[in-house]
């Protein structure tokens, strides 16, 4: 059984940081695409960074380019998403999900293509 654990969630301030972890386990970890994404009150579910793990490329969307990091500790079946300089805008449930196989596509965020996704971890920041 596949499982996928989001922690590291939290409230800070803008500009602050925060460290999300996904913990994987069943699921065939290496060379996959996995991605994290967010999803606000009344809002639809949007992408924010993926990475093909077992050291593959690693895409953002437009909001999250040079605040957020997205990495991995393949030891630890681990995707990692480093957040800097948040904004009240990155207000979300934070969602891992992981695909069944990886390629370019991990960067366009297509929610459908993913089959794994986590509980979700609350990020709120306040201004």
């Known amino acids: 059984q596949v499982q996928l654990v989001e922690s590291g969630g939290g409230s800070v301030q803008a500009g602050g940081s925060l460290r999300l972890s996904c913990v994987s386990s069943g699921y065939t970890y290496s060379h996959n695409c996995m991605g994290w994404f967010r999803q606000a009150p009344g809002k639809e579910r949007e992408g924010v960074a993926g990475i093909n793990t077992g050291g593959g490329l690693t895409y953002y969307a437009d909001s999250a380019k040079g605040r957020f990091t997205i990495s991995e500790d393949s030891a630890k079946n681990t995707v990692y998403l480093q957040m800097n300089n948040l904004k009240p805008e990155d207000t979300a449930m934070y969602y891992c999900?992981?695909?069944?196989?990886?390629?370019?596509?991990?960067?366009?965020?297509?929610?459908?293509?993913?089959?794994?996704w986590g509980q979700g971890t609350q990020v709120t920041v306040s201004s």
């Open positions: 999900a992981g695909a069944s196989y990886g390629g370019s596509w991990c960067g366009a965020f297509v929610l459908k293509m993913y089959n794994y």
